[in-house]
């Protein structure tokens, strides 16, 4: 079992940035892959970014690349979403989720483990 809680939200005007964190308990958090998805009002939950076990390798949605940068502190089992360049249409509940193994994916059903959500609101 993990145990993951998310942190970091926010009301942030477009352009600016804002980081997101997850902090993972229970089992040892390097084992799993980790991933962001958020879920805009009234929209399904969509994948954002998912890095491997070590960190070495991440992957992104389309609509955040460029913009958003995922990565993890395993001594401090925690991973982060660093949000730059925000826009309305990031507005969203985002949340963290963990799998095990190393391999990166981007569907839901992927990820056995998810936080409650942190709400990230980016006015215009």
């Known amino acids: 079992q993990v145990q993951l809680v998310e942190s970091g939200g926010g009301l942030v005007q477009a352009g600016g940035s804002l980081r997101v964190s997850c902090a993972a308990s229970?089992?040892?958090?390097?084992?799993?892959?980790m991933g962001w998805f958020r879920q805009p009002p009234g929209k399904e939950r969509e994948f954002v970014a998912a890095?491997?076990?070590?960190?070495?390798?991440?992957y992104y949605a389309d609509s955040v690349k460029g913009r958003f940068t995922i990565s993890r502190d395993n001594a401090k089992s925690t991973v982060y979403l660093q949000m730059n360049s925000l826009k309305p249409e990031d507005t969203a509940v985002y949340y963290c989720?963990?799998?095990?193994?190393?391999?990166?994916?981007?569907?839901?059903?992927?990820?056995?483990?998810w936080g409650q959500g942190t709400q990230v609101t980016v006015s215009s």
């Open positions: 989720a963990a799998r095990g193994g190393s391999s990166i994916y981007t569907g839901r059903s992927e990820y056995a483990y």
């Open positions: 229970g089992r040892t958090s390097s084992n799993y892959a």
């Open positions: 890095i491997t076990r070590s960190g070495g390798n991440a």
